[in-house]
């Protein structure tokens, strides 16, 4: 077994991957507890909830990073694929700074919508937002070659960078805008550490020819894919705080939001599997060689989150008392089903990175189907929390059984057009 393991590639990067997460989970999830104690539970509502915002508002972002890692992975012509990223970072840019300028401009509306004490807090997301571009390209890179330890490291670096600075700065008074400026300076940080390990071989300042310009409308429809599996992804794991923070007081969204960075754990934990899967799965293989890697796949991220299900399930109170104090164990009832929830959403990560690095439009339906879903019935049903929690866990078993249908049902239904793609899509 150990002989296995040394010589698959595949599990190999998923150990370094996977160790590296590990430890940016611990300093991660050391934040939310030390915040937690640190701060009232309404500020402490407010961070999670600017938290989930930047997730939500990142989707962009992260669509540029599926795309990176994707040409990273498949073009071997080094001055066709830096040229292709420099093309979508300005188009990174140019998204990221329409957003900062709303999110400027409409900061006294979300304060009011949200139920804040300050608008500055939403300043200093956008700052965030916008400079969090360059670092995704850049650690999408190092990804895209498989270069773990260097992502891991970077992860490392941002995740100990926003504890420290948002602790001293949560110390001296600055509330929730000291956490979110935290995160903010750590980012710096990150983004130095990244570009360093990559100013040799990406070269972002490239001149863009006509001919990739033809690229990037190809990559258009591929966008739209990415875009809509990553905002149903991020919608099924930070939505229900921002729903909870709508409609409930600010006290029980504090407590909920607590309860939901515990259960949070299990989605991060096995987050590295499917960064491994998106860069192994390739166009050029055969079908058989890349679902034995999505089987590999599914066995470790059951695995994981199956051990995280059952500990937080039946050792609630004890994990919530000593991840984040006594004050939010009146919710503990509520961390079994959030953790179901996410290790179901864990799943869908695996399985959306799988049909994302194929290409495949089955992601159409499936990143549809569960977030109207979950939208209409919280619409109607958001008298309690279990309600809320109720209606993510029926929209997220619907996108896993629409998931699973595209890969199980006859071949005459999930036929691609990946040989057509073959011949559009340049591989080694």
């Not at 916008?130 to 330890?149: D, H, I, M």
């Not at 690229?215 to 875009?227: D, N, Q, R, S, T």
């Not at 504090?254 to 987050?271: E, K, M, P």
């Not at 500990?311 to 000593?322: D, G, K, Q, T």
Request: glycine share 8%; aromatic share 12%.
């Amino acid at each position: 077994m150990i002989k296995n393991i040394i010589n698959d590639d595949f599990l190999k990067n998923n150990i370094v991957f996977f160790a590296g997460s590990m430890v940016v989970a611990v300093l991660n999830y050391l934040y939310h507890p030390i915040l937690g104690r640190m701060m009232s539970v309404e500020d402490f509502g407010e961070v999670q909830s600017l938290i989930s915002l930047f997730i939500q508002l990142g989707i962009f972002t992260g669509v540029f990073n599926v795309i990176t890692v994707n040409i990273t992975a498949n073009y071997e012509d080094k001055e066709e694929r830096n040229a292709i990223i420099s093309s979508l970072r300005k188009i990174a840019f140019y998204i990221t700074g329409v957003l900062f300028l709303i999110i400027v401009g409409c900061s006294a509306i979300l304060q009011d919508f949200f139920q804040f004490s300050s608008f500055y807090p939403f300043i200093s997301l956008a700052f965030l937002l916008l400079a969090g571009v360059s670092f995704t390209f850049r650690k999408a890179f190092l990804q895209g070659v498989s270069n773990f330890k260097a992502v891991s490291w970077a992860g490392i670096i941002s995740a100990a960078g926003r504890l420290g600075f948002a602790v001293v700065l949560v110390y001296l008074g600055c509330r929730s805008l000291g956490a979110i400026s935290g995160l903010l300076i750590a980012q710096g940080l990150a983004l130095g550490y990244v570009y360093i390990k990559t100013k040799k071989e990406l070269n972002l300042s490239i001149l863009v020819k006509n001919k990739i310009g033809d690229v990037i409308k190809k990559e258009y429809k591929y966008a739209i894919l990415i875009f809509l599996s990553t905002s149903a992804i991020t919608f099924l794991y930070t939505a229900d705080v921002l729903m909870v923070k709508h409609w409930f007081s600010p006290e029980e969204a504090g407590l909920y939001s607590g309860i939901a960075t515990i259960a949070r754990i299990i989605f991060f934990a096995t987050g590295s599997v499917s960064g491994v899967l998106l860069s192994a799965i390739k166009i050029k293989n055969t079908s058989e060689e890349n679902r034995a890697i999505l089987k590999k796949g599914l066995v470790l991220i059951t695995l994981i989150a199956g051990i995280g299900l059952f500990v937080f399930s039946v050792f609630s109170e004890l994990i919530i008392n000593i991840l984040i104090g006594s004050r939010y164990v009146i919710l503990a009832p509520l961390l079994g089903e959030l953790s179901l929830l996410l290790a179901i959403v864990s799943i869908i990560n695996l399985l959306f990175f799988y049909f994302l690095a194929l290409r495949r439009s089955i992601i159409f339906s499936a990143s549809l189907s569960g977030p109207i879903v979950i939208i209409l019935l919280s619409f109607f049903r958001h008298d309690s929390l279990e309600q809320i929690v109720h209606n993510f866990l029926i929209g997220s078993i619907i996108v896993l059984v629409v998931l699973f249908y595209g890969i199980f049902c006859p071949r005459q239904f999930i036929k691609s057009k990946v040989e057509s793609r073959k011949s559009k899509v340049k591989s080694p």
